[in-house]
């Protein structure tokens, strides 16, 4: 129905910024909520943003907000994931996901469609 492909991770110096995008292929966009998960070595992974599929509600993870901002274009099937000020403890590898649903879903195992994943990395 819809694939995933992340790309923009990389290594970055505390304080830095980076901005991940997650493009999808497939019709039906507009129908999946998407959302952005990060797994450390050793580990869970871990919900960090998502955003409903009409883009009207936005959640954060209580460690990213004030400083991720997560957005949609539809038009373009991408939705991106803006990183600023970033801590060393930010360090994963990072996930988009999507499911079909009309609100956001924080657990993993609710989502069907995964990317393969982005490494970032922040240095002291």
């Known amino acids: 129905q819809v694939q995933l492909v992340e790309s923009g991770g990389g290594l970055v110096q505390a304080g830095g910024s980076l901005r991940l995008s997650c493009a999808a292929s497939?019709?039906?966009?507009?129908?999946?909520?998407v959302a952005w998960f990060r797994q450390a070595p050793g580990k869970e992974r871990d919900f960090v943003a998502g955003?409903?599929?009409?883009?009207?509600?936005?959640y954060y993870s209580d460690s990213v907000k004030g400083r991720f901002i997560i957005s949609r274009d539809n038009a373009k099937n991408t939705v991106s994931l803006q990183m600023n000020s970033l801590k060393p403890e930010d360090t994963a590898v990072y996930y988009c996901?999507?499911?079909?649903?009309?609100?956001?879903?924080?657990?993993?195992?609710?989502?069907?469609?995964w990317g393969q994943g982005t490494q970032v990395t922040v240095s002291s």
């Open positions: 955003v409903s599929r009409d883009g009207a509600r936005i």
């Open positions: 497939g019709r039906s966009f507009s129908s999946y909520a």
């Open positions: 996901a999507a499911a079909i649903t009309g609100t956001v879903f924080r657990a993993p195992n609710s989502y069907d469609h």
